[in-house]
Antibody
Framework: EVQLVESGGGLVEPGGSLRLSCAAS????????MNWVRQAPGKGQEWVSAINGTGGSPFYADSVKGRFTMSRDNSKNTLYLQMNSLRVEDTALYYC???????????????WGQGTMVTVSS | DIVMAQSPDSLAVSLGERATINCKSSQSVSYSSSNRYYLAWYQQKPGQPPKLLIY???TRASGVPDRFSGSGSGTDFTLTISSLQAEDVAVYYC?????????FGPGTKVDIK
């Protein structure tokens, strides 16, 4: 079964750090670009970052650029999001999502995890 | 950034009737040399992640019932549910993946009348 499972969320104070992980299974992980998307409580979707299958040159939303770092370890079939200098407005459910077609960074997101909640509050 | 607008904000349709959701991008989401539109549609039910319905504006994702269809060109796109079923109650989002940052529309809530 194709599956993505996020972990690493939690409660953190403003200015703090968290590292999210996304464990992939059921597909050839290294062949697919991956994304992080977040959803604040009661709000819509906000794309956060994307990375190609080989792990080169991630892309970021301006709202997180310079604070978040996306990476992947294809030997472990795992995606990461290192989040530093967290702000109250980063509070959201963070999803990892797989691009539908192999070797394309740009495409629909066909597999999503259940999400991991990040709460930034003092 | 490409801004995605959706209309209506919400709609209520009788079971078996057609539901139509519109999405407009602030600029083109295709290359002039291609007739491919970098546009996807998602369905999200409460407590669940979004589910991909349509990509490339009109390609149905695997396992998606054929009552869901996507169409459009230029900057105007439509998601049609040809015969609304009870399980289609959800929020629907469009998304462009033409340029970074990928952006989503604000969502359209679909209910049963």
């Amino acid at each position: 079964e194709v599956q993505l499972v996020e972990s690493g969320g939690g409660l953190v104070e403003p200015g703090g750090s968290l590292r999210l992980s996304c464990a992939a299974s059921g597909f050839t992980f290294s062949s697919y670009a991956m994304n992080w998307v977040r959803q604040a409580p009661g709000k819509g979707q906000e794309w956060v970052s994307a990375i190609n299958g080989t792990g080169g040159s991630p892309f970021y939303a301006d709202s997180v650029k310079g604070r978040f770092t996306m990476s992947r370890d294809n030997s472990k079939n795992t995606l990461y999001l290192q989040m530093n200098s967290l702000r109250v407005e980063d509070t959201a459910l963070y999803y990892c999502a797989k691009v539908v077609e192999q070797h394309l960074v740009r495409g629909g997101f066909d597999i999503w995890g259940q999400g991991t909640m990040v709460t930034v509050s003092s | 950034d490409i801004v995605m607008a959706q209309s209506p904000d919400s709609l209520a349709v009788s079971l078996g009737e057609r539901a139509t959701i519109n999405c407009k991008s602030s600029q083109s989401v295709s290359y002039s040399s291609s007739n491919r539109y970098y546009l996807a549609w998602y369905q999200q039910k409460p407590g669940q992640p979004p589910k991909l319905l349509i990509y490339w504006a009109s390609t149905r994702a695997s396992g998606v019932p054929d009552r869901f269809s996507g169409s459009g060109s230029g900057t105007d796109f439509t998601l049609t549910i040809s015969s609304l079923q009870a399980e289609d109650v959800a929020v629907y989002y469009c998304q462009q993946y033409y340029s970074i940052p990928f952006t989503f529309g604000p969502g359209t809530k679909v209910d049963i009348k």
